[in-house]
């Protein structure tokens, strides 16, 4: 495909993706209460699309991944959370 093919057939999906990004943004920000490392890991896949640099789909997935290689002994916590808390931190 071309890229106007590509437009034509994403841009509708893509505009109400980031609406709603912005409107998940306007509800964190007016909350009361501290941000945590689920926030951080947004914020830099955020940064991640604003540089428009190199293959944005794998920064965005690794801004909310484990660099880690080895294995942990137990899996902490009930399930998963969406983003790695870092190292030593207990994901609620």
Known sequence: M???????????????????????LDR????????????????KA??????GVGDRAREVLMAFSDPTTEPVPAAPGKGACGAWPGAGAVAG
């Open 46 to 51: 955020l940064d991640a699309l604003r540089r």
């Open 2 to 24: 071309n890229r106007e093919q590509v437009l034509d057939l994403y841009f509708l999906d893509a505009r109400h993706k980031l609406i709603e990004l912005a409107a998940f």
């Open 28 to 43: 964190v920000e007016h909350a009361p209460g501290p941000a945590d490392f689920r926030l951080v890991a947004f914020q």
